[in-house]
């Protein structure tokens, strides 16, 4: 299986004579690792020395092409080996700035004692107005019990950090929103509940992400009854609204009707479960599904899908299939049956590659990195926070779904997260929907 999970860079310097970057591509290639950027750290008379960054799938694998590119001589030589995944994490991805100058005492009496106290005054007279005098109105606690962490499983809330710190950069980097990492020490539903209610008056939404079913499921339902700003469980409703969408932009190119099809969604789990609703409430008449546990089989067939036995009998039986278990390698190429759609969306691997599912006769294939949660959740906070919803609706989240799916470009099955565009859309048909519902 092929994991791709070491990236890394080699600094490579080479005898400034043509050829000898392929000689040293080829020795990385022939070998399996993967190539991405390649950039000139130094021109010299005589040689020449660039990074090139790589994933591969093991240490091993990793050994043996630094040896590779050493036994091609001819002056080649590994000078160093840099992991920049962990560099790049060195103090953290996150930090909160001020957005007021503070240069003069007239700033500072200003922005802090006395002038803040005015401010104080007029939110205490009238409380709505924290939204506007204060950084809450656009700011979202992302919480976590470190429960299902990627699918790295319950490796608990501080481990959990550099993925909720990385929700915080994309809000920040797509949409303008301060995400704020929470993490819990306790998954009871009671205390995580009680915790972000006592807590969230400094937040205009909660993004809960990584807690892990079947407590997300009451611990949401919860907190979205209980309290007067959204709260939305990302790996549940973010990855049901990104699936639906590439879903639909599937069906759209291979012009087949959705709601026909029959989708087949292997793990039950919080992401499982959601998709599954997502795909009713779209109309889809036969939902099916597989889990390793009766309690999540016997959800999906309380909301009204349908348990198999098996995970061949449900690649036997479905036409797009949607893989969230967090087991990598789970599908097997023999069991891919021509035209299907196959979204094997586990992190940091998939159950079954897309080349590999392609090869095997999909019609359609992507994996997690690509049909990923952040083309859905930045756009629908935002959206909810202009407009004050008290609540994410189910309407809000298909909107979503649809401006997602407009955005892809045909024959794909999402757009590229990097295009502002996306997240645009994502906020603008949100928005609409939400001022509605509200009229
Ligand atoms: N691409 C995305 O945007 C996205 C979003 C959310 C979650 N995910 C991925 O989905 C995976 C699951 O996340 P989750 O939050 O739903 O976790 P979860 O723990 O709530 O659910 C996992 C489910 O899979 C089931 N399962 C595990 N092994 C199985 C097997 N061999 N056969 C059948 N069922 C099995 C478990 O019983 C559980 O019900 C993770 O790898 C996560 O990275 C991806
Ligand atoms: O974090 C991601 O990349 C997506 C998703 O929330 C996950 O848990 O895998
Ligand atoms: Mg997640």
Redesign the pocket.
Known sequence: MMERNIVRTLIVETPSKPGNLGKVTTAIGDLGGDIGEITTAKIGPFTTVRKISIQCESTDQLKQMIEAVKQLDNGIKVLSVSDDVLLAHEGGKIHMSSRLDIRSLADLRRVYTPGVADVCRVIQEQPDKARLYTSKGNTVAIVTDG??V????NIGAIAGMPVMEGKAALFDRFVGISGIPILLNTSDPDEVVETIKRISLSFGGILLE?????H?FEIEERLKAELPIPVMH???H??AV?TLAAVISACRAAEVELEQAVVGQ???????IAICRRFMAYGVKEVCG????PT?LDRLVQYGGTALNS?EDLMQKCDIIVA????AG?IRPEWVRKGQVILA????NPEIEPEKALAAGAAFAA???S????LGFPGIFKAALNVGAKEITADMLTAASKAIARCTPLGELAPHPLDPKVHIEVIEAVERVALMDRK
């Open positions: 429960t299902a990627l699918g790295l499983g990584d807690i892990g079913s079947p997300c990302d790996d549940q973010g990855t990104v292997v793990g039950l789990g919080a992401a499982g597989v889990d390793r546990e999540a995970l969230t278990t967090g087991v789970l969306l586990s992190n940091p994996d997690g990195r049909v990923n949660n952040v």
